[in-house]
């Protein structure tokens, strides 16, 4: 085989890599609309929280940011999944903020105003203070930092199954969409050779792993359906 066709396979298991990373992203955009709906339905946010939405917001924004060709020239299929990512989000709290009580509306705007300062501070000094590849790395390490840091999630997640020897709060399909995300945003930065994609979703493909396994050994102990979807972390 030429370099030519070397280069040409080598280049289209890297996109086709990253195009199932965002297809796999999207189903976990989506699983918290029965949530929503509920909160729609009920007029009222009752007991759930604002905060994973915020947290996953910023961690979007960082990441599409990460992927944008004036940080990161060449992964653009980072910056679509962010920012799909930021504008489910975002929907997300809006309603949230909409059906929440005065406390809950008055917490969750500041957040938000907080995310979106945040944001706006990590875009300027990347921009005004770093040159490359040094403005990479500093966004690159702020990507890292926010994606380790959703990993308590499934953490939590994966404690809870344990403490109480049920699946019930951890669906299979979510599960197993998590870890088939990683594994694709895991190859698709081992084939751009980018550290900053491919470490963070190695260590999220070992946690779904784990849940996969703990969903079958808990499963058939325990015989219940799961019944709320719950959000998890990506890419």
Known sequence: MSEGGLFSTYSLCSSAAGVLGNLLAFVLFVSPM???RRIIRSKSTEQFSGLPYIYSLLNCLICLWYGTPIISPG???IFT???IGAIFQLIYIIIFILYADRTKKVKMLGLLLTVFAAFGAIVFL???IFEPPNRQLFVGYLSVFSLISMFASPLFIINLVI???SVEYMP???SLATFLMSISFFAYGMFKQDLFISVPNGVGAILGII????YFCYSRKSGEETRRPLLESYA
């Not at 849940?211 to 703990?214: A, M, N, P, S």
């Open 211 to 214: 849940q996969l396994v703990l």
């Open 81 to 83: 999944v962010n920012s």
């Open 126 to 128: 990347s921009i005004k």
């Open 163 to 165: 403490r109480t020897k």
């Open 172 to 174: 299979f399909y979510l």
């Open 75 to 77: 992964i653009i299929l």
């Open 34 to 36: 029965p949530t929503f």
